[in-house]
Structure formats: C-alpha cells, structure tokens
C-alpha cells in the first residue's frame, strides 16, 4: 500500500484522507488500516514528538500585559528615578542596565513547566506503547523499566515546579515583568508580536527596573519570606481575635439565651469553615473546630449565669 503526506493530511488511496499531526510512514499507515482510526503520529511506529508539540505549543510562550492598579505610576516613576550604586558596569552588563523594553506596557512569558509537562506527555506515549506492545506480545517491552523509572522521576520533578510555582519569583517562568529575563526574551526571540498570541495574561505592577538574579538573591529571599510570614501572622492574629471578640459582644451587649445559642452557632460553624479551607487533615479540623466551641459554650455558660442572677434580684 502507498501513503502520502501533505501538511497534516494523509492520502489513503483506499480510504481517502485521514487527517493528523507528525511524520508518517507506511507502517504507520498499514497501523490505521488494521486500527480503522486513531492519530497516525500517536501509532506505535511514529515519534510522538510532532504530535506533543502541537499539543502544548499554545502554552509555551504567552503575552503579558501590565495590570495597572491606582499607585502603579507613582511606582513607576520612583523606580525609573532611582539611581544604581556600586562599581562602574563595562561591556554586556552595562548595556543590560542600559537596555529599556520596546514595550513598557506589554511583554512576553516563557514556561518551562510547560515544557515539562511536553516531556510527561512524550513519557507516557512510550509507556501506553510499552503496554500495548506486552497485551499483544505476552512478553515484556525493551525499555519498560527506565522508561518508567524516568518517568516517575519527570512527574516528582514537576511536583517540585509547581511547588516553586508558590515563590514570589518562579525560577520556571522566563516572564517579561522582570527587566533582565524581558532582556534575554527579546534578545533571543526578536520575531515575537504581541498579536500572535491570545489575550495577554495580567500582571501585576510596578515590573522590576532592575537585573535581578535567577531566583533572587539569599539575603532578598530570607528578608521577603520573614515579611510574608509575618503579614500572614498578623491576619490570622486579627481573625482569631475576631471569632473570639466578636461572639463575646454580641453576648454580651445582647444578653439573651437564643442570642447566644445563635451566635455560637454561627460562629462554630464559620470556624469549622475556615479550618477545613487551611487545614489538610480531618483529625486538625475537628479538634480545631471542637477547641473552639469549647471556648463559646463558656461565653454561653457565663451569660446564661449572668441572666438568671438579674432574674432572681428583681
């Protein structure tokens, strides 16, 4: 049987054009024909790599667009206004300083999780054609376990990228806010329009004016993490004060028993809430949950106390 390709249309001469991505040959035709359908580039004799590519193409370079907030140009200009310090810069790393972006408003983002996620689709052809070759075979496929093996590694390496993904500054993402990767981008890629690509992704301002190391420097990332934290401490601090003040105004101010039987119900089951959205374990959010109303049914206990006295002396 002879094939054909043109573009991404295979020429049957029996069955007429079959339409796909990739190279084929004519084991993969003779493949369709006893298969009766399929993707000819996903057949066991064709590389998937065509295939993959097309498949993730959209999500390896995306546009980008500044997201303007109400002080984004009082940042702006206090950024371009201040100056750089330190040693006198020569050759290719003065004119990174010097360098300005074509675009101030929009730039380009580069994912190398997307490429990850390429080489986890590329792995798992291999696999699903190791397994297809043993049901038909009865025998074990060359290369099953490094395959595998590798791509049980691929899948731990891209648990890692998407906990970076977490970081202030993602060492996975070549994003154009950042000057100096806005610098290598264009520096590489000089073809690139903003209208080639979909609607651009927000980000937010002011972008960085200065070359900032891969990753941040040590000192930068202790510093930004101990300020994190301490936002993060300060507004779990606010609302535990406020499950805790709160139900104690309102039984307080509002001294009646379905007062505080209401109150206790709504704010034990808005606690219960939020423990479940933060914590991962079952066993932490009853606990948490139970500590808590524990505290209300004192608040409750002592209002109650406090009604009955009033009673008793009038």
């Not at 959209?58 to 040693?87: A, H, Q």
């Not at 993904?165 to 806005?182: C, T």
Request: charged share 25%.
């Amino acid at each position: 049987m002879a094939w054909a390709t043109q573009g991404n249309v295979y020429h049957d001469p029996e069955k007429g054009e079959i339409t796909g991505d990739g190279p084929v040959d004519p084991a993969v035709g003779e493949g369709i024909e006893r298969m009766g359908h399929g993707d000819p580039a996903l057949y066991k004799a064709a590389d998937p790599g065509p295939w993959v590519i097309s498949h993730h193409a959209g999500g390896l370079i995306n546009s980008i667009v500044k997201k303007r907030s109400p002080y984004s140009d009082f940042f702006d200009r206090w950024k371009r206004g201040r100056k750089v310090g330190g040693l006198e810069m020569e050759g290719s790393e003065k004119q990174e300083k010097q360098w300005e972006r074509p675009d101030e408003n929009n730039d380009f983002r580069i994912s190398f999780a997307e490429l990850q996620r390429m080489r986890l689709r590329k792995l798992q052809c291999k696999l699903v054609k190791h397994v297809s070759d043993i049901k038909k075979t009865g025998r074990e496929s060359a290369g099953w376990e490094e395959d595998l093996e590798t791509y049980i590694k691929a899948v731990q390496d891209y648990d890692y990228m998407v906990n970076c993904s977490q970081l202030q500054r993602d060492p996975f993402l070549v994003s154009g806010e950042r000057k100096i990767d806005s610098y290598v981008i264009h520096s590489i890629m000089d073809d690139l329009r903003k209208d080639d690509f979909g609607p651009p992704i927000p980000v937010d301002s002011p972008w960085e004016a200065g070359n900032q190391p891969i990753g941040g420097t040590r000192n930068d990332n202790v510093a930004k993490s101990w300020i994190n934290g301490f936002k993060e401490r300060i507004v779990i601090a606010a609302v535990a004060g406020l499950f805790l003040i709160g139900p104690m105004w309102l039984m307080v101010l509002r001294n009646t028993l379905y007062t505080s039987l209401g109150s206790t119900t709504g704010f034990v089951t808005a606690f219960g809430i939020v423990m479940a959205w933060f914590l991962e374990k079952p066993k932490e959010v009853m606990s948490g949950t139970a500590a808590y109303a524990a505290v209300l049914v004192v608040f409750v206990g002592l209002a109650n106390r406090t009604e009955a006295d009033e009673r008793v002396y009038i």
